[in-house]
């Protein structure tokens, strides 16, 4: 399963990104996608996750209210916009995709069955 993430790149604090990953539909259709991210020398982080009908959305507290998590059916692609960016954002994100369960766990990375390969996030002036 291969999930593609993009739209990493450089950025100054204040400014605004979008990153996507697009899933095969299969996935997208029936597995919650999330986001984390990884600075250097720190662990990796929860970011945001969307189940997979777009009912329900989550978000860490270091993102919340300066992001939203959404999703596109036409591209089976889940997007994160990221606004008010600062320097402690810069990291590698990820997104990853996690199958239907009774119970959901967004932030453990273990949860998830499948992942991207990262893209890059750097807030820097």
């Known amino acids: 399963v291969q999930l593609q993430a993009s739209g990493g790149g450089l950025v100054q604090p204040g400014g605004s990104l979008r990153l996507s990953c697009r899933a095969p539909e299969h996935i997208f259709s029936s597995y919650l996608i999330g986001w984390f991210r990884q600075a250097p020398g720190k662990e990796r982080e929860f970011v945001a996750a969307i189940t997979w009908g777009g009912s329900r959305t989550y978000y860490s507290d270091s993102v919340e209210g300066r992001s939203t998590i959404s999703r596109d059916s036409a591209s089976t692609t889940v997007y994160l916009q990221m606004n008010s960016l600062k320097p402690e954002d810069t990291a590698v994100y990820f997104c990853?995709?996690?199958?239907?369960?009774?119970?959901?766990?967004?932030?453990?990375?273990?949860?998830?069955?499948?992942w991207g390969q990262g893209t890059q996030v750097t807030v820097s002036s």
């Open positions: 990853a995709a996690q199958s239907q369960k009774h119970t959901i766990v967004v932030d453990d990375g273990s949860e998830y069955d499948y």
